[in-house]
């Protein structure tokens, strides 16, 4: 097989792989629980933005630091404006409220808002697919190893994708199909990351800072004022508990990276 053929495979099966062991997961067991783990959700999603995609991002770029910050305000401004443009944003009514809608219509209203999640998360699996090009360019081996960590490091935070898109309305039929087709996003990152190296390289700083903006968006705008709604001091601490989880989380698998 060619090198190409080779980044093809292995960023379709990366991509693949990590979305479906995290659906195994997080449709079967951790379904049922959607309500705590909306909690476990944002911990995993700002750990992966803030201390995993951004300082990947700074690592990987030459620019002053007030370029990728005002690349990170762009994004979460963008993800404002389609919020606030109602193409992304969900009702706060109910089914059962007393409004007029067919059966389904809060979940179809609902479902608008974990678009951004995706849009963030796509953003991210391109970029792994140019590094796992550009690994599989220096090395076969480092391309394989490469891989194996971004899977590993992926599961958890398509467990907080899935968990996002299920609070959102998504039924488990569209979270998985919409999953699959974020995750092989990385077999067009990596096919141009073949291609076009040099100027792919170029790009993925501010690719990886526009994905995290979409993470702390969705984490702050839309999942801590959920959480906000249950203020008992029990609740409260059990939340707080489910946050650092997410978050240790990521730093175990950063550091095992």
């Known amino acids: 097989m060619t090198t190409l053929q080779w980044i093809i495979l292995v960023t379709l099966t990366a991509g693949v792989s990590s979305v479906l062991i995290a659906a195994s997961l997080s449709l079967s067991i951790l379904a ?41 305000l762009a994004g979460l401004l963008g993800f404002f404006f389609l919020e606030k443009i109602a193409l992304l944003r969900h009702s706060h009514h109910h089914e059962g409220d007393g409004h007029d809608h067919h059966h389904g219509h809060d979940a ?61 309305g998504f039924t488990r039929a569209r979270a998985l199909l919409y999953n699959l087709i974020s995750g092989a996003l990385s077999v067009l990152g990596g096919v ?25 968006y969705i984490a702050v705008s839309d999942l801590i004022p959920q959480m906000h709604r249950r203020p008992h001091w029990r609740e409260s601490l059990r939340q707080i508990v489910l946050i650092a989880c997410g978050i240790g989380l990521i730093v175990l698998l950063s550091k095992a990276h």
């Open 32 to 72: 049922k629980l959607v309500d705590r783990m909306v909690s476990i959700s944002v911990g995993i999603l700002l750990a992966t933005a803030l201390l995993h995609s951004l300082p990947e991002a700074f690592e990987m770029t030459g620019s002053e630091p007030h370029v990728l910050f005002g690349v990170l």
């Open 108 to 168: 179809e209203e609902a479902g608008q808002s974990g678009w951004m999640i995706l849009i963030g998360d796509g953003l991210h699996n391109f970029v792994d697919g140019i590094l796992i090009a550009a690994a599989f360019m220096v090395d076969f081996e480092v391309g394989v190893f490469t891989a194996i960590a971004i899977v590993a490091h992926e599961i958890p935070q398509e467990i907080g994708d899935f968990i996002v898109l299920l609070n959102a």
């Open 192 to 216: 141009l990351g073949y291609f076009f190296l040099e100027s792919a390289n170029a790009a993925m700083p501010y690719l990886l800072v526009i994905a995290s903006s979409g993470f702390i």
